[in-house]
């Protein structure tokens, strides 16, 4: 997203779809927070996007100061890793928020959702606020769930 001159008077939900606003932003943050850390190539292996779409919206993410890159130098080649930053942190509720109140409307909806999704919101926080959609599409049945969560 290009730069805002956030020097005057700035809408909050502009601020903050001028943060997030980025097909993968949501999903860099969430992969973040779930694993405590990324590395690009494995980030490019695992989420189907390119490694320019990657790095500008990491380049983005740490310029809204919710990302910080860290590069350990004690490795041949460097080792970079992406870590949330205080403030990501804290925007982590919110996305829980939006991505139940997502499920919640797709399946409603009968929109089709990727189980991917799935695959990688697997906290026991999130059949606990979608048992109705947990038990109608059996998402969460599987026997590693059910190890996972114990």
């Not at 205080?86 to 997502?102: H, R, T, V």
């Not at 990688?120 to 059996?138: C, G, M, N, T, W």
Request: some cysteine; charged content about 25%.
């Amino acid at each position: 997203m290009a730069r805002v001159d956030f020097t005057k008077p700035t809408n909050p939900y502009h601020y903050a779809l001028h943060c997030l606003g980025g097909k993968w932003k949501m999903t860099i943050l969430h992969e973040i927070y779930t694993y405590g850390s990324i590395h690009f190539n494995q980030t490019l292996k695992v989420l189907p996007l390119s490694e320019k779409v990657l790095s500008q919206q990491l380049k983005e993410l740490i310029r809204d100061g919710l990302v910080r890159r860290i590069v350990s130098g004690d490795t041949f080649p460097p080792s970079t890793d992406y870590v949330l930053t205080e403030q990501g942190e804290k925007l982590i509720p919110a996305l829980d928020l939006l991505y139940i109140w997502s499920i919640r409307e797709m399946d409603a909806k009968q929109i089709p959702i990727d189980a991917d999704n799935f695959a990688v919101h697997r906290a026991q926080q999130y059949k606990d606020a979608l048992p109705e959609i947990s038990d109608a599409h059996r998402v969460w049945d599987d026997e590693e769930y059910q190890r996972n969560t114990k």
